[in-house]
């Protein structure tokens, strides 16, 4: 990280809160979950589908964990009565994955028992790289018992071929993204390319394997390569879908939807939203220097 990343890393906690709200609003679908509906109608008058995220993670008290998972099922509910073609995305984290392994599972099962009595997918959310082996462990026991539920690997991670190769046998659903935490060059690649390489090799194998994989991407080198491997094995429109996250490059999003592809977009939302976005700016400088250059345009 340079000195000017480190800058405005250190910086974050004086920025105003009203203006990382300004920053983040195309990113964020809102505090509430009629925000959040209102999106997904947007988006799939678009022509896409979406997964809901209840923002929040990191719980350490067990009535913390209590009302995210009410979160879920509330949100659970509200699909099924709105008619959303919307699945959701799970946090083990936010059920109480570092506090009690038992709780989260108890906590998780609930909320996938009532996703899979709805007919709604559950995505397992793949985290930094002291969750993985209890998130992956997780999956692998849930799978057994239910259909709805897919997981996430992050293609800088080093491990995460020889974590695909294993899940492979279950007909794993999997989304494939780059990943966003901070992770040491011991077990994370740095190389840009190296972890665009990488990436193509996990959708490659995932589809020549005969799993649905979710390209989860807005690098437009990826997403040419993916139309390329599509071409190339003959794989039909519904063996996978390209992800992308709400707010970002609609424009390319537009693309891919207008060249015939399946596109579901993430969308975050809740009162959590100001943590989640101070996070992700100080794991991302770069886009962190738009909040500083947010302060000094506002009111122009």
């Known amino acids: 990280m340079s000195i000017v990343d480190r800058t405005v890393v250190a910086l974050m906690p004086l920025v105003p809160k009203f203006i990382v709200g300004r920053v983040a ?3 964020i679908a809102g505090d509430d979950l009629d925000d959040a509906v209102d999106t997904v109608r947007s988006l799939m008058d678009e022509g896409c589908t979406a997964t809901l995220d209840v923002l929040g993670e ?3 008290q067990i009535e913390q964990t209590e009302e995210f998972t009410h979160q879920y099922l509330v949100t659970l509910d509200r699909i099924q009565e709105e008619d959303l073609d919307c699945g959701i995305s799970v946090k083990l984290s936010a059920l109480g994955q570092s506090i009690d392994n038992e709780l989260c599972e108890s906590n998780f099962r609930e909320v996938l028992e009532k996703a899979e009595d709805l007919g709604i997918f559950v995505r397992i959310d793949i985290e930094d790289s002291s969750t993985i ?3 992956l462990d997780t999956y692998r026991k849930f799978r057994k ?6 997981v996430a690997l992050q293609s800088y991670m080093k491990r995460s071929m020889d974590d695909l190769r294993s899940l492979v046998p279950l007909d794993v659903n999997m989304r494939v993204c780059k990943g966003i935490y901070v992770e040491p060059a011991e077990i994370a690649y740095k190389d840009k390319q190296k972890i665009r390489d990488n990436f193509m090799l996990m959708v490659e194998t995932l589809m020549k394997e005969g799993c649905y994989v979710g390209i989860a991407t807005h690098d437009r080198q990826l997403v040419e390569r993916s139309y390329e491997l599509i071409e190339r ?4 429109r519904d063996q996978y879908e390209f992800q992308m996250l709400l707010g970002v490059l609609p424009r390319l999003r537009r693309e891919i939807l207008d060249a015939g592809h399946r596109l579901r977009v993430y969308v975050p ?6 943590a989640y976005s101070t996070r992700r700016l100080k794991e ?3 886009v962190a ?4 250059r947010a302060m000094f345009s506002f009111g122009r």
């Not at 094995?233 to 039909?236: K, P």
């Not at 939302?269 to 100001?274: F, H, N, R, T």
């Open 284 to 286: 991302n400088p770069a």
């Open 145 to 150: 018992d239910y259909t709805n539920v897919g």
């Open 133 to 135: 082996d209890r998130t």
């Open 269 to 274: 939302y809740g009162e959590a939203w100001y």
């Open 233 to 236: 094995l003959g794989m039909e």
């Open 58 to 60: 990191e719980v350490d």
């Open 25 to 27: 609003s195309p990113y």
């Open 289 to 292: 220097g738009h909040v500083f």
